[in-house]
């Protein structure tokens, strides 16, 4: 502990940056926790899919999607993407999974289902990149 106190007192920019990082990181965390969403790998949207007839909501482009989709999905560009839906409406008890390319779009996606009264709301981490980096099939053309 005195090497520690020491190096604080020889590095303050470093040690600031430290203590910095770790605040950014524990706030993270805990936001994650009660976010009400939660991110799946690739391994675990299979699992939920097979055991609870989820819904995958893919969120690129139509000729994204068409090159190569997660077996099921149905494709909502997200420019179109409404919560209200009539389609989506009617899976509100259904766990519903929302999939990009790498993760980003999918997670906002995720919180609005969840801010419109969706329930079980997850989102696909990493996005079809993960998915296939995992070597889990794709189903070409519209489904």
Known sequence: ???LLAFAGRNPLLSLALAGLTVAIIGNEVMQLFRGFK???P??????VNRENA???DLRPSAEFDKGHIPGSKNVQMSQFDPENKQL???RALPVVAVCRSGQASSAAAAR?????FERVYWLDGGIA???QAD???VKGRA
């Open 136 to 138: 889990l099939p794709l």
């Open 130 to 132: 993960a998915w296939q």
């Open 39 to 41: 991110a799946l790998r």
């Open 113 to 117: 289902l969840k801010k419109a009264g």
């Open 1 to 3: 502990m005195p090497d």
């Open 89 to 91: 409406a009617a899976a």
């Open 43 to 48: 391994a675990e949207l299979t699992a939920l």
């Open 55 to 57: 819904l995958v909501v």
